[in-house]
């Protein structure tokens, strides 16, 4: 079993200009980021992989990203062995599309 992007944000409040009865509780987003690795590590037979970055997109001023909090709780209490991908730069690629069913794409 795969637990993918397993992270949290480091932004404070990034919802600052919505009004405060709208606004996401953090702590909400929290628990829900622990019950889907919860999940995943009571659902998985075999073996699970669970993977998380460390900031948003990979380039040296990104957002800093965090593993949700559980893990390395269950790291820590079950000596769960880890490996850390090297940092790889992102590879952008430009692609253009022609025309789609008849009609053509904004440039």
Known sequence: ???AGQTLSQVTSPYAWFPP?????PDEDKRQADALLFVSVTRAQRALV????TS???TP???ARA???????????R?????QLPNVAPVRQH????????????R
């Open 1 to 3: 079993m795969i637990a």
């Open 21 to 25: 009865t709208l606004t996401p509780d």
């Open 50 to 53: 669970v993977s998380y970055a």
């Open 56 to 58: 948003a997109s990979g």
């Open 61 to 63: 001023h990104a957002r």
């Open 67 to 77: 593993p949700v909090e559980l893990l390395p709780k269950w790291q820590e209490s």
């Open 79 to 83: 000596s769960i062995p880890t490996t």
């Open 95 to 106: 692609f253009e599309i022609p025309t789609v069913w008849g009609g053509h794409t904004r």
